[in-house]
């Protein structure tokens, strides 16, 4: 499975001070950790992560076309983030961090980081004008071919078989 580049950085930052520990699904520390990095990150930290994404992204070949970041400001953005990411697991976040750590090993922190990223996404995709751009595709989908999906009156879809 192919992890989320949302938490690549934080979690090489982390594994570079903790040595990797066996750990189950759930930890205790991670629900904490993951909330404490969404209740301390500001407004200003949430469009760095914001932009950190977009520049991330456009590294794909696929998206490179669409996107012009230089390398001068990705180092940019990459500074930023990194100052963000530094400043919520060394300072806002500590504690939590540490516990996660101790309970979960480096696994902990990436999966709090992962509902860090999931949570930033959202805010992202909640602006209106992102909204808006993303209702363009309704346009261009067969709403009568979906409709075969759903099942009417309590019967099966179409093509179920029953």
């Known amino acids: 499975m192919r992890r989320s580049g949302w ?4 979690v090489l930052l982390v594994c570079c001070v903790a040595p990797p520990v066996a750990h189950a699904q759930t930890h205790t520390g991670v629900d904490d950790l993951g909330q404490c ?3 301390s990150t500001t407004p200003a930290d949430r469009k ?6 977009f520049a991330t992204m456009a590294l794909d070949p696929d998206v490179a076309p669409l996107a012009a970041i230089t390398p001068a400001q990705r180092d940019a953005i990459n500074r ?24 979960g090993g480096t696994a902990a922190v ?18 209106p004008q ?8 309704l346009q261009y989908i067969d709403i009568g071919k979906l409709m075969g999906l759903m099942p009417l009156q309590g019967l099966p879809p179409a093509g179920s078989g029953r």
């Not at 760095?48 to 994404?53: F, K, P, R, S």
């Not at 990436?110 to 602006?127: K, N, P």
């Not at 992102?130 to 595709?137: D, E, I, K, N, T």
């Open 37 to 39: 990095l969404i209740r």
């Open 48 to 53: 760095v992560l914001a932009q950190w994404a």
């Open 80 to 103: 930023k983030t990194g100052g963000v990411v530094t400043t919520l697991l060394a300072d806002s976040c500590r504690v939590q961090a540490q516990q996660a750590l101790a309970n």
């Open 130 to 137: 992102v909204m808006q751009g993303m209702g363009g595709l």
């Open 7 to 10: 938490i690549a950085v934080p």
């Open 110 to 127: 990436e999966t709090a980081f992962e509902a860090w990223g999931r949570w930033a996404v959202t805010g992202l995709v909640s602006q």
